[in-house]
């Protein structure tokens, strides 16, 4: 009996790695058509650039006119659309290699870090330290070291240095 539920059990864990697959599978071909389609969507725009920038041409030679402003912001627009277009080719690469990580699942660094530091570091646990005056003494053996300024005024044998720092 124990070699039947065995079986049953690799059957069960079997078609669960199927549907696992299946599924991962339509989740990358439903990625990889939302993409076709935004490029089909960018071809288009990019044949309405060009008629109109060859309309525009024409009507500004024929009329001589200056109209290098409209020229310029629809080869932008191309120039935009064309971008676009490798990254969707770059996008369907790594959809179908497996290394895409959608936009949504991607966290900002500093977001993530800024969290940490907020839970390691909240106010009620944190406090800031008093600012200390601080004086640089020169030891008899010529090592420097930083002492409180209180303690230095109060020890007569120091010899005291005073000068302004700016650290920014």
């Known amino acids: 009996m124990s070699e039947f539920d065995d079986f049953i059990r690799g059957i069960g864990s079997d078609i669960k790695n199927v549907a696992e697959q299946v599924g991962k599978k339509a989740e990358e071909t439903f990625e990889i058509s939302k993409r076709k389609a935004e490029r ?5 725009n990019i044949q309405k650039n060009y ?6 041409v024409y009507g500004g030679i024929k009329n001589d006119e200056d109209i290098q402003n409209e020229m310029e912001a629809i ?6 659309n064309f971008a676009r277009i490798a990254e969707i080719y770059e996008e369907i ?19 993530e870090y800024a969290e940490e530091y907020d839970e390691e570091y909240s106010d009620e646990e944190y406090e800031e330290e008093p600012e200390v005056e601080v004086a640089l003494v020169i030891e008899e053996n010529g090592e420097i070291i930083e002492e409180p300024a209180e303690v230095v005024a109060e020890e007569s044998n120091a010899k005291k240095l005073e000068f302004d720092i700016n650290i920014d």
Do not use: H
């Open 93 to 111: 690469g790594a959809i179908k290699n497996g290394t895409y990580v959608p936009e949504d699942e991607e966290e900002d660094w500093e977001e």
């Open 40 to 44: 089909m969507t960018l071809k288009g």
């Open 75 to 80: 080869v932008a627009e191309l120039d935009f």
């Open 51 to 56: 008629q109109k920038l060859g309309e525009l």
